[in-house]
Structure formats: structure tokens, C-alpha cells
């Protein structure tokens, strides 16, 4: 084991993450965790930090939501996590951001994203995850199921169990 991988060990099996100065970026299988997200970006010189935390809501568009499932092409997924930081640490001059994004099955009430940043970073980076990050969602109703895009309201095609998607 290397002096660097002492300070930065490797993460625990299920999560990937991406480590830069000022930045985090992270996709995990595991609940996830907002104060340790606020230390990833603690800093003497900022004066406040700014949470964003999405959660598993129980209804879509009247509809009961049981739970949602999300997915990704993980590697591709932690380099576009990792762009959009770094575009916004230096579009806003932040002294830190990070972002994780849970995967699997999130429960109603669990959080699916965390971002801590600056106020308008944090908004600016949810928008561009829901719009840019390969990360796939399905939601679960009582009566089965719809993958959807990262925007509320692009509905992809309903899997019906045992269905070959034709």
C-alpha cells in the first residue's frame, strides 16, 4: 500500500468516487450520509454551505410511487459528475463542491442526491445533473413500473416484467 493510498483509500466496495482539490463527486450504493457531504467542502475561507437533498417522494403526477431505482454506466457517469464540478468550482469561484448520487433501490423518504456548494452552484449543478449525468431512474408503482429520464415528466418506454422490451 502507497503513502497515497493511506490518505486517500480506496472506497468501499459499491461506491465510486472522484477526489480532486475542491471537488467530490461520488456514486454510491449505500444511504447517503449530508454531513459528511458538508465536510467534503468545509472550508475557513467560505462562510456557509448550501445543501441540496433530493428525495424519494411517494406520488408522481397523482400516481403512488412504492420506491425508485436508479441506475448508471458508472464510469461515464463519475467523468461527467466530475465536469460538471469542476465547471461550476470555477465558474462561481467556489472553494468546494461535491455531489453523490445514490444507486439501487432508494426508499420512499431516502435521499437519491446530495450537492453541497454555493447557492446558485448547487442549483446550476442539480440541473445539469438531472440533465447530463448517465444515471437512470425507475419508478416503482403498486401496479408496475417506468424508467424515466433524469427530468420529471420525460417518461421513457414501461417495462412490463418478462418483457423483451419489443
Known amino acids: 500500500m502507497t503513502t497515497q493510498d493511506q490518505v486517500n483509500p480506496p472506497p468501499p466496495e459499491g461506491e465510486s468516487s472522484i477526489s480532486l482539490p475542491g471537488i467530490y ?4 450504493d449505500f444511504p447517503l450520509d449530508i454531513l459528511s457531504i458538508m465536510d467534503k467542502v468545509r472550508s475557513p475561507e467560505a462562510g456557509a454551505i448550501v445543501t441540496f437533498a433530493g428525495t424519494t ?5 397523482s400516481k403512488p410511487v412504492t420506491s425508485l431505482t436508479y441506475t448508471s454506466y458508472r464510469p461515464l457517469a463519475l467523468q461527467t459528475l ?3 464540478a469542476s465547471s461550476l468550482l470555477t465558474k462561481h469561484a467556489l472553494k468546494g463542491i461535491a455531489i453523490v448520487h ?3 433501490t ?3 423518504g431516502e435521499e437519491s442526491i446530495l450537492i453541497a456548494a454555493a447557492w446558485l452552484a448547487g442549483e446550476e449543478a442539480l440541473e ?4 447530463k449525468v448517465e444515471v437512470w431512474k425507475r419508478e416503482e ?4 413500473g417506468v424508467w424515466r429520464a433524469n427530468r420529471d415528466g ?9 418483457s423483451k422490451g419489443e
Do not use: M, W, Y
Not at 141 to 144: E, H, P, T, W
Not at 154 to 162: I, R, S
Open 141 to 144: 408503482f403498486k401496479d408496475g
Open 106 to 108: 432508494v426508499p420512499i
Open 154 to 162: 420525460h417518461q421513457g418506454a414501461e417495462v412490463k416484467e418478462g
Open 82 to 84: 466530475s465536469f460538471i
Open 128 to 131: 445539469e445533473c438531472k440533465e
Open 25 to 28: 463527486v461520488s456514486l454510491t
Open 102 to 104: 445514490r444507486l439501487g
Open 57 to 61: 417522494r411517494n406520488n408522481f403526477a
